[in-house]
């Protein structure tokens, strides 16, 4: 054994060029594969990301009541030990922010045009730690310290509108008590995220001003709460944390009812789940390329020396010592194919995390897709994929040097030596 590894570790590096090709087939597909998964499994959490940051929160808290007549946003729930949640969810692990929103049933006016919105009262300090939504004000500026007519809309509910920063709207809704009222505010800034429900619906007014036109009466109906999402951790990982965050919460207040993203956006995760399986045939056809080319050129490498095969044969080397020594080459080439795609595949992730990848060019013609996600792209680690990887270049290697090797050991010495 030792001697034929010997032989078939000579061939491989008498003929650098070929092993060179071979191998950089090899690190080619693995690395592309691995590039592509990142980048697909980078979107889907971009996506989540800004429904987190910009819509949903990691977690929320409803009180018992708000909870069963939720989708109907009524006024006159709110949480009764919300101060009491808030302080115990600060003092939690991975936590980093709690605010409130209230969501409500409205109707903006301006001029003859009017449109339905379903609007968003909040803290103007506290919303800060938990959404971004102040981050994407692209004109005008956030709430000021006395925002009593001051309202944020979207961009493109601005522009269905015919409004502008500076111009006034009106917006109508049923207060707590189920009374009429209508107050006229100054659109103060206008948002431009990389969520369309934002930019087509987005309507946010502060609790100064919504306690005297909705009477709130100082009551929250839900908590929002965001959990930290470290740089390059995984969905899976992440939704574990807040398994946890939820569990806490469960345990010491068993009174409310606490949701994640994902308990309240299925359908959402169950289209990137969708949209994983068209990338999943993607990269499939990506390995599916590199695996013929690495079979096309072990096949050569074989051929091309099954004359010398027939000199070994005449030397009495036996067929299967001769179909070993190929075994050998395909797996010594597979390893350092793989060791290369796994390389370069590693450094690209690191940029794939840290950096990311700018499509903002491209991200502009689609700004109003169904899609949340946003122009930069973030990639993901994922063990699993370096291993499959590296486990695949090996493999297909061996394979591919399987077939021709198993002929030309069963081939004739002379039969060998007239071989062309």
Same mark, same amino acid.
């Given at each position: ?42 979107? !889907? ?21 708000? *909870?069963? *007549? ?16 808030? &302080? ?38 506290? !919303? ?15 709430? &000021? ?38 107050? *006229? ?29 909705? *009477? ?20 899976? $990982? ?124 491209? #991200?502009?013609?689609?700004? $109003?897709?169904? #899609? ?49």
């Amino acid at each position: 054994m030792g001697a034929i590894f010997k032989i078939a570790f000579r061939n491989i590096m008498r003929n650098k060029r070929r092993t060179f090709l071979t191998a950089i087939i090899i690190s080619v597909g693995l690395f592309v594969y691995i590039w592509f998964d990142s980048l697909i499994t980078g979107i !889907d959490r971009s996506a989540i990301e800004n429904m987190i940051n910009l819509t949903e929160s990691s977690l929320k808290v409803y009180s018992p009541d708000y *909870d069963k *007549d939720k989708n109907a946003f009524p006024l006159k729930y709110g949480i009764t030990n919300f101060s009491k949640i808030e &302080s115990f969810l600060l003092n939690t692990k991975d936590v980093t922010g709690v605010t409130s929103r209230t969501s409500f049933l409205g109707e903006l006016l301006s001029g003859p045009k009017a449109l339905h919105v379903i609007g968003n009262v909040i803290d103007p300090i506290k !919303d800060k730690t938990v959404f971004t939504t102040a981050q994407f004000i692209r004109k005008g500026r956030y709430f &000021s310290t006395n925002s009593t007519t001051e309202i944020l809309l979207g961009k493109k509910l601005a522009d269905d509108l015919n409004l502008n920063v500076g111009d006034a709207v009106t917006l109508r809704s049923m207060t707590k008590f189920e009374a009429n009222n209508a107050v *006229d505010f100054e659109v103060v800034g206008l948002i431009n995220s990389s969520h369309p429900a934002v930019n087509e619906g987005g309507a946010y007014i502060t609790y100064q001003a919504a306690e005297p036109f909705l *009477d709130l009466g100082g009551i929250y109906p839900e908590a929002d709460i965001h959990v930290n999402w470290e740089k390059g951790e995984s969905v899976q $990982s992440y939704l574990k944390k807040l398994q946890v965050v939820k569990d806490k919460i469960k345990q010491r207040f068993p009174e409310v009812a606490s949701y994640t993203f994902n308990d309240l956006s299925g359908g959402f995760l169950a289209l990137l789940k969708q949209k994983g399986t068209s990338g999943a045939i993607m990269t499939f056809l990506i390995l599916l390329i590199a695996a013929i080319g690495i079979v096309n050129s072990v096949l050569m490498s074989v051929y091309e020396r099954i004359r010398e095969v027939g000199v070994l044969k005449a030397m009495g080397i036996k067929p299967g010592e001769i179909m070993r020594m190929f075994m050998y080459e395909g797996v010594l080439i597979g390893f350092i194919g793989s060791t290369i795609g796994i390389i370069l595949g590693f450094l690209t992730n690191i940029l794939m995390v840290n950096v990311g990848m700018d499509m903002t060019g491209y #991200m502009k013609g689609i700004s $109003s897709s169904s #899609m949340p996600v946003s122009a930069v792209f973030y990639g993901q680690w994922n063990p699993g994929t370096f291993i499959g990887m590296f486990v695949f270049g090996m493999i297909i290697s061996v394979l591919a040097a399987y077939v021709p090797s198993r002929k030309a050991a069963l081939m004739h010495a002379t039969e060998c030596l007239h071989f062309v």
